[in-house]
């Protein structure tokens, strides 16, 4: 019996032994993997890091870059934040930082989405035409950006420090950062300002650049000059304003104005193909009744010499 119990409590000494084994193992293997993460996402944020800084420091101070140069930098940091993005997206996250990783994802789909818009509309916001929107949607880029610094540093970061602390894992916590510098990039006026220093022609005028007015139709009836158009009111009043691009050039941010009792209404045409007609929809408010006066233009475009047939008047009597 002494024998058998002897043995017995050596067999239960030699499991307890393997199974601290086995689970201290398994910890270790858990915790290189967290520091693994940790490790992984220090190092895209410090180039993310650097992206920022690149990107916000050209449009602090553009130096001598013409606006081309500094176009196609802009769409070098886009491309740069899209394959940030990518990265976060294929990360192995552990368990224990799942949340975290759900949310790090979200922030830099957050940049990606901003860097993206802030690249497509930055040869408008440097043309002359549509530019005043252009550099509005790109300050309102900017709070996107401002929302990613908040998810990252108000969620992400305390998680996964978090978890690094409650496993005993020191010296891997993810560095601060914030993507927007400074909450003056918020202000369309700071970004006008801006945009305004850089230097060299607003725009690639080379070649035959035009555009001319195709078409104005306004709840489904097409106007014209000299024939008043009667239309209802119930639904509203919407006009739908053609421009068709006649030069040798894709267009981008082609603008295009409705002018109605002292009102103006802007609109814009986001890309116009060579020899292809594009549309905006502009819907006049407040609804007007009775007698009205349309005044239609298509706003020239950078190189563009005749605009003698970018616009038209027309009577509308809205019932």
């Not at 691009?245 to 609109?267: L, P, R, Y």
Request: overall charge negative; some cysteine; aromatic content about 4%.
């Amino acid at each position: 019996m002494l024998r058998r119990g002897l043995a017995l409590g050596g067999g239960l000494v030699l499991l307890i032994l393997i199974v601290l084994g086995v689970k201290g193992c398994l910890d270790a293997r858990a915790n290189r993997a967290l520091e693994d993460y940790a490790r992984n996402v220090t190092q895209i944020v410090e180039e993310t890091e650097q992206t920022s800084k690149s990107f916000f420091g050209k449009l602090e101070d553009p130096g001598n870059l013409s606006v081309t140069d500094f176009v196609d930098q802009v769409n070098a940091d886009r491309s740069a934040i899209d394959t940030y993005a990518t990265r976060i997206d294929d990360l192995d996250a552990p368990g224990d930082v799942d949340r975290a990783q759900a949310n790090l994802e979200l922030a830099y789909q957050l940049r990606a989405g901003a860097m993206d818009e802030i690249a497509d509309k930055m040869p408008t916001a440097l043309g002359d035409a549509g530019a005043d929107r252009a550099m509005v949607g790109i300050a309102k880029q900017m709070q996107k950006l401002l929302a990613s610094d908040v998810v990252y540093e108000q969620v992400v970061r305390p998680e996964v420090d978090g978890v690094l602390a409650d496993k005993g894992i020191s010296d891997s916590d993810l560095p601060k950062f914030a993507f927007l510098p400074d909450e003056k990039w918020l202000d369309e006026t700071e970004v006008s300002e801006a945009l305004g220093a850089i230097s060299g022609e607003s725009a690639d005028v080379s070649g035959v650049h035009g555009t001319e007015l195709s078409a104005v139709t306004v709840n489904g009836t097409e106007l014209v000059e000299g024939a008043p158009a009667t239309v209802s009111a119930e639904e509203g009043v919407e006009v739908e304003v053609s421009a068709l691009n006649s030069g040798e050039s894709t267009e981008n941010g082609v603008g295009v104005a409705v002018t109605f009792g002292g009102n103006t209404i802007k609109g814009e045409i986001d890309e116009l193909p060579v020899g292809e007609t594009g549309t905006a929809v502009i819907p006049l408010t407040p609804t007007p009744s009775g007698e009205v006066e349309l005044e239609v233009v298509v706003e020239a475009v950078p190189g563009e010499n005749i605009t003698e047939n970018n616009e038209a008047t027309y009577t509308l009597i809205v019932e």
